[in-house]
Nanobody, 115 residues
Framework: QVQLVESGGALVQPGGSLRLSCAVS????????MAWYRQVPGTQRELVAR???????TYVDSVKGRFTISRDNANNRMYLQMNNLKPEDMAVYYC?????????WGQGTQVTVSS
């Protein structure tokens, strides 16, 4: 059973930084394409950033230059470094892993950006 557990969400002031972590158990993440999504209540889940199994990264335009996605295959973890956070970044952030027809989600971690 593959499980994804996010951590690192918190309350932060605008302009602040957070680092989200996604710990994966039950399988090595090496073959998986990994991603971070976010969701605001009442809206659709939005892809924030993706890192492929070979390390290729993509970002939604609104976070380019501020967020950095990375993966640590040796420790079965993925990260999202978020800098210069804005109120519009406030959401529940979800970890996602895809390999072939298999797709897994974490339970989410809340990021609140407010002064």
């Amino acid at each position: 059973q593959v499980q994804l557990v996010e951590s690192g969400g918190a309350l932060v002031q605008p302009g602040g930084s957070l680092r989200l972590s996604c710990a994966v158990s039950g399988s090595t993440i090496r073959p998986y394409n990994m991603a971070w999504y976010r969701q605001v209540p009442g809206t659709q889940r939005e892809l924030v950033a993706r890192v492929s199994n070979v390390g290729y990264t993509t970002y939604v335009d609104s976070v380019k230059g501020r967020f950095t996605i990375s993966r640590d295959n040796a420790n079965n973890r993925m990260y999202l470094q978020m800098n210069n956070l804005k109120p519009e970044d406030m959401a529940v952030y979800y970890c996602n892993a895809v390999f072939g027809n298999s797709e897994y989600w974490g339970q989410g971690t809340q990021v609140t950006v407010s002064s």
